[in-house]
């Protein structure tokens, strides 16, 4: 079974940090790319921030400069470090990965596999 699991978030004040992280589990063959987005009370899910398989990164207008998305390869794990939190920050954050998985050579990509979402709450 294949699958991404978040861990990281919790409750922070206004101004603090929290780092995300997102491990895929599974007969992992490659990954491509890997993504974090968020979802807050009433809003819908936005992209936050993505990272590719050779290190390209790209971000939302309103963290950039705040967060910063890294990846390790060898371990299948994304990261999301995210400074100077602000209570508009406050949401559920998942992970998104675009991956290929692999049994008995048998290769099955999966274009959009997500996590089950961590909150973040950013008190201000």
């Known amino acids: 079974q294949v699958q991404l699991v978040e861990s990281g978030g919790g409750l922070v004040q206004d101004g603090g940090s929290l780092r995300l992280s997102c491990a895929a589990s599974?007969?992992?063959?490659?990954?491509?790319?890997m993504n974090w987005y968020r979802q807050a009370p009433g809003k819908e899910r936005e992209l936050v921030a993505g990272?590719?398989?050779?290190?390209?990164?790209n971000y939302a207008d309103s963290v950039e400069g705040r967060f910063t998305i890294s990846r390790d390869n060898a371990k299948n794990t994304v990261y999301l470090q995210m400074n100077s939190l602000k209570p508009e920050d406050t949401a559920v954050y998942y992970c998104?990965?675009?991956?290929?998985?692999?049994?008995?050579?048998?290769?099955?990509?999966?274009?959009?596999?997500w996590g089950q979402g961590t909150l973040v709450t950013v008190s201000s």
């Open positions: 599974g007969s992992i063959f490659s990954i491509n790319a």
């Open positions: 998104n990965a675009d991956l290929t998985a692999s049994w008995i050579g048998i290769r099955v990509r999966y274009r959009e596999l």
């Open positions: 990272i590719t398989s050779d290190g390209s990164t």
